[in-house]
C-alpha cells in the first residue's frame, strides 16, 4: 500500500454519480409507489451502498481503511432516468473517491438487482467523480514572485566542518511547491549573528525566511530567542502545529523550541536542524502556511 505516514488529517469529501436507466413508465411509478416485489428500492439501495462505502478497503487491494465519517445518498427521477449521487466525508489522510465511486455503482446495482425482475430493460450507465475536495487537488500554488531564504545555523559547518544536510532538503521540499530559494547561507549559533542576518533579509525585502538549526536544549541554541526578540507578531500556530505533527511520529519532538511570526511583513519559521525535523516541518506546514501572505496582500479568507 501506498506510504500516507508522512500526510495529515484534513476534511475530504467526495461526491460519485451512477445512471440507472429503465424502459418503462411503470417502473419508475412502481419505484415511487414502494410496489416493487423485492421492496422499497431506494431505501434499500441506500442501505448498500452504505455498507459499501465501509467495505471499500475489503474489496481493493490497494485502499486504505479510513474512518468513514459521513455518508449521503440523493436520487433523481428524470423521465426514464434515475440519476444517483453518494457523497462521502472524512477526516484523514488519505482522499474518499474510490469509496464513493464504490459506494454509487453499488446503489445502481442493487437497483439493477431489485428491477429485473420488472423490467428486463434496465441498464447501468456513466458511474464517474463529480467531485473531490482536500488533499493535493487543494493546494495552492504559492504566490508569484515570492521571496524566499535558507539561513542554516550551525557552529561546525560554518567553520567547514561537515556539511550542510538539512538546509539542502528544506530547499528540495520547497522545490515541490514550485518555490525557488534567492538566498542559502550558513551562519554560526551566533544570537547577535543570527539577527543582523535576519535584518539584512528584511532590509531585502525577502518574505519568507526558514532557519534550521538552533532550535534545542544546548547552551549554543540561541534561535528561538534570537527571532523572538525581532518579531513583531509571533504566530503560536505554527510552531504548534509543527510540532504535533512531529510529536505523532517523534516522541522527543517536544523538545523542539521552534518559533513563527512576523519581523515586519517578512515571516520567519524557525526549524530543527536535522534532515528528519525540517522534512516533518515542511511536511506539516506547507502549502497551507503560504496562506499568510494571502492575508497580508488583503485577499479574503477561504
Known amino acids: 500500500m501506498v506510504d500516507i505516514t508522512h500526510k495529515t488529517n484534513t476534511l475530504r469529501i467526495a461526491t460519485a454519480q451512477a445512471i440507472v436507466q429503465v424502459s418503462r413508465r411503470e417502473t419508475v411509478e ?15 439501495a441506500k442501505a448498500a451502498g452504505f455498507l459499501a462505502v465501509k467495505k471499500t478497503p475489503d474489496l481493493l487491494p490497494d485502499c486504505h481503511p479510513i474512518p468513514v ?24 489522510k488519505t482522499g474518499v473517491e474510490v469509496e464513493a465511486m464504490h459506494g454509487a455503482s453499488v446503489v445502481a446495482l442493487t ?10 430493460g434496465v441498464e447501468i450507465r456513466n458511474i464517474r467523480l463529480l467531485d473531490k475536495k482536500g488533499g493535493k487537488s487543494d493546494r495552492k500554488a504559492a504566490p508569484e514572485g515570492l521571496k524566499v531564504a535558507v539561513v542554516v545555523c550551525s557552529d561546525s559547518i560554518s567553520n567547514g566542518i561537515g556539511e550542510d544536510k538539512s538546509g539542502r532538503k528544506i530547499i528540495e521540499k520547497l522545490g515541490a511547491f514550485a518555490i ?14 543570527i539577527q543582523d542576518k535576519l535584518h539584512s533579509l528584511q532590509r531585502a525585502e525577502y518574505d519568507m525566511v526558514l532557519i534550521t538549526g538552533g532550535t ?34 517523534v516522541p522527543t519532538s517536544m523538545l523542539s523550541r521552534s518559533v513563527a511570526g512576523f519581523i515586519g511583513e517578512m515571516l520567519v519559521i524557525a526549524m530543527p536542524g536535522s534532515t528528519g525535523g525540517v522534512t516533518e516541518y515542511i511536511d506539516a506546514l506547507f502549502p497551507h502556511v503560504l496562506h499568510v501572505f494571502n492575508v497580508i496582500e488583503g485577499k479574503k479568507h477561504d
Open 180 to 193: 525557488d530559494v534567492s538566498d542559502y547561507s550558513i551562519i554560526a549559533d551566533d544570537k547577535t549573528g
Open 216 to 249: 534545542g536544549l544546548s547552551p549554543r541554541d540561541v534561535t528561538p530567542e534570537a527571532v523572538s526578540e525581532l518579531l513583531d507578531r509571533e504566530i503560536p500556530g505554527i510552531a504548534e502545529t509543527a510540532r504535533q505533527y512531529g510529536q505523532e511520529r
Open 30 to 44: 412502481a419505484i415511487q409507489n414502494r410496489t416493487v416485489p423485492k421492496g422499497d428500492v431506494f431505501e434499500m
Open 111 to 120: 437497483m439493477y438487482d431489485m428491477l429485473k425482475p420488472i423490467d428486463k
Open 69 to 92: 465519517e459521513y455518508t449521503g445518498v440523493q436520487y433523481r427521477i428524470e423521465d426514464l432516468t434515475i440519476v444517483i449521487e453518494l457523497t462521502v466525508k472524512t477526516i484523514y
